[in-house]
Nanobody, 126 residues
Framework: VQLQASGGGLVQTGGSLRLSCAAS????????MGWFRQAPGKEREFVAA????????YYADSVKGRFTIFRDNAKITLYLQMNSLKPEDTAVYYC????????????????????WGQGTLVTVSS
């Protein structure tokens, strides 16, 4: 099973990026998926997560109203649309998938995710 994250890069403050996370080896159509990030010198933190069909999504307060998580189960791909980017959004972004099908809640704790992508670097210049 592999999660391949892509779409990171260098962008100016106020700009936009769309991250993608393509899964292979299994389908995650019954599983929550999410995005986390880790800035230099800081711990990994929750960014956003969505349930198995994208009907419910949750966001960290720091990104609410600016980021949108969505998924295409036919393509087994998770996305993160990031708008109005700020320098404090600079981090390596990781996608993750929960191995538990139809969990009763969408996890925001990284310990609940079993599959991880390799990370993609987002740098926002001021």
């Amino acid at each position: 099973v592999q999660l391949q994250a892509s779409g990171g890069g260098l962008v100016q403050t106020g700009g936009s990026l769309r991250l993608s996370c393509a899964a292979s080896g299994r389908t995650f159509s019954r599983n929550s998926m999410g995005w986390f990030r880790q800035a230099p010198g800081k711990e990994r933190e929750f960014v956003a997560a969505t349930n198995f069909n994208g009907g419910s999504s949750y966001y960290a307060d720091s990104v609410k109203g600016r980021f949108t998580i969505f998924r295409d189960n036919a393509k087994i791909t998770l996305y993160l649309q990031m708008n109005s980017l700020k320098p404090e959004d600079t981090a390596v972004y990781y996608c993750a998938a929960d191995s538990s099908a139809f969990r009763g809640y969408v996890p925001e704790n990284s310990d609940d995710y079993d599959y991880w992508g390799q990370g993609t670097l987002v740098t926002v210049s001021s």
